[in-house]
């Protein structure tokens, strides 16, 4: 079993402990960092009454772009598909 470690990040100035996989400590502090730098980036650019309004953008967008990429992994394997079943099908029908 994966040894578990426990952390503190800050996430729109809240403290949070986490208890995660060592594997995991890096990408979890990539993405703390990410979405600090994504709120930092939005009190800079848009008027907002607290930290939960930016946070609720960054969530917002990262979600977005998590759909979307999903979406076009999604396309390119159907895309995949339809090739093969192409294929396929001229085998079938030269034979």
């Given at each position: ?36 730098q994504r709120i930092r980036e939005y009190?800079?650019?848009?008027a907002f009454k607290d930290r939960q ?16 990429a999903d979406n076009r992994s999604g ?21």
């Amino acid at each position: 079993m994966e040894e578990e470690i426990s952390i503190s990040v800050t996430i729109a100035e809240r403290p949070y402990r986490l208890r995660i996989s060592r594997a995991e400590e890096t990408n979890v502090r990539k993405a703390v960092a990410l979405i600090e730098q994504r709120i930092r980036e939005y009190s800079g650019n848009y008027a907002f009454k607290d930290r939960q309004d930016l946070l609720a953008m960054v969530a917002l967008q990262y979600t977005t772009s998590f759909l979307n990429a999903d979406n076009r992994s999604g396309r390119e394997e159907i895309h995949e598909r339809l090739k093969q079943l192409d294929s396929l099908l001229g085998k079938h029908l030269q034979s």
